[in-house]
């Protein structure tokens, strides 16, 4: 299996005649299929919150859950289970799915006491899905519905680094409403998995099987994107890179020279992972300029082998006589990490007792979400912004589902 990549800037041209430009461009990255290639099996592990307040229907569900997704592996899939409230323990050790009603068995014995503490569920979890990474598409669904009463989240994104390190991908699940969601937005982002709300059981089970349908589409893991600028283009001094597809995610840059390099995590067959790059060039003369090089280093998990891809040239037109020619599909990627600022900023305006400000900084992340045609998006920024407008206190959902609209395009 090989990588897939796509360019596109958000204006092919520009003016021969402006000392200084700006450029977006959109970096499609994936996974080719190959008919011949087998699927690459799952090593996924399951780490789950009991903690007291996860009593009745909530565990309930979440066990059924669990158990539907064990019931979707195959027999050369991995599977770990470990369960957390303020200890954590290793409930099915890092094994092959070969008995199914087993290992389902074990879920069982779950029920719902103590406090949470995110990290020891975190670190068992780590160490137990490492065991079984050599050869598989390393998946860790994270599922907790309250604060980390009883840890440390700086420890949490520690840990969350350390597992992007053994090139395992951390999934965060939030039930409820009283979990943090700036602490497990961010473990997920640290290993460019997803983040995901759960506002009532009956829809733990949706969740649980978008995630491993994403899992299951990964062809080629620990993906780096690599790109080398030319002497007259330089990156935005802040957030140069950011993933706006399939969710909006800063991407950390690292320098090597003139090569910057962000890690992209796994590459799915189905669905490209869209990297925009806000590049500024320097006066460029009349003609075609190539302004940039990309490359993407990828692992292949069925052949054990690290490989780089071709080197994907960024070209444009200086012209002496320029008009803009914008491209329809860039300026939706644009407009995607916009929705995503603009909601933060608000959320930021919030925390300071700016109501007013964030209100009006969320009535333009819904105007944004407009014009890229996410009306589902569009129509919760609004409520929230209506709320704040109206001198209501947001409430924890509000919160998530704005958290949710800002990161990614709602169905619906």
């Known amino acids: ?51 007291g307040s996860m009593r009745g229907k909530s565990l309930d569900t979440v066990k059924q859950a669990a158990k539907g997704l064990i019931e979707k592996l195959t027999p050369g899939d991995r599977i770990t289970i470990i369960a ?26 779950l029920t719902a006491t103590g406090g949470t503490n995110i990290d020891e569920g975190l670190k068992l979890g780590i160490e137990e899905c490492a065991k079984g990474k050599q050869g598989t598409v390393s998946q860790i669904f994270l599922l907790t519905d309250g604060e980390n009463e009883h840890g440390n989240n700086d420890r949490c994104l520690k840990l969350a680094h350390v597992a992007t390190g053994y090139g395992l991908t951390i999934n965060a699940l939030g039930f409820g409403d009283n979990w ?22 009956e829809l733990a089970v949706t969740e649980f099987d978008r995630l491993l349908n994403r899992a299951q589409s990964v062809g080629l893991t620990n993906a780096h994107l690599m ?51 806000n590049l500024y060039f320097d006066l460029l003369p009349e003609g075609s300029h190539t302004v940039a090089q990309v490359q993407v280093r990828y692992d292949n998990p069925l052949t054990g082998t690290t490989t780089a891809s071709d080197i994907y040239p960024i070209t ?24 995503y600022r603009q909601t933060q900023i608000a959320e930021n305006k919030l925390q300071q007792g700016d109501k007013t400000g964030a209100a009006t900084m969320l009535q333009t992340a819904a105007n944004t979400a407009l014009q890229m045609g996410d009306r589902a998006g569009a129509t919760v920024l609004q409520e929230t912004a209506t709320r704040l407008q109206s001198g209501e206190t947001l409430s924890e959902r509000d919160r998530k589902q704005t958290r949710i609209a800002s990161k990614t395009v709602l169905q619906g």
């Open 227 to 277: 790109l080398k600028l030319a002497p007259n283009t330089r990156l935005a001094e802040l957030k140069p890179l950011a993933q706006v597809s399939p969710e909006t995610i800063e991407l950390p840059v690292t320098m090597e020279g003139d090569i910057a390099i962000a890690r992209l995590g796994d590459l799915l067959v189905d669905a490209p992972r869209v990297v925009l790059a």
């Open 84 to 109: 957390f409230n303020h200890e954590a323990h290793v409930l099915v050790a890092n094994q092959l799915v070969e008995q199914p009603a087993d290992i389902q068995s074990h879920l069982d014995r």
């Open 180 to 201: 943090n969601q700036d602490i497990l937005e961010q473990i997920a982002d640290a290993g460019i998995g997803a983040l995901a709300y759960i506002a009532a059981p």
């Open 1 to 51: 299996m090989k990588v897939g990549l796509e360019i596109a800037l958000s204006d092919a041209q520009l003016d021969a005649t402006q000392a200084n430009s700006q450029r977006q461009a959109a970096i499609s990255v994936f996974a080719l299929p190959e008919p011949s290639s087998r699927d690459v099996p799952l090593n996924l592990c399951l780490i789950l919150d009991h903690s």
């Open 316 to 339: 444009l037109q200086a012209v002496p006589t320029y008009a803009p020619h914008p491209n329809p599909e860039v300026q939706t990627h644009i407009l995607a990490l916009a929705k």
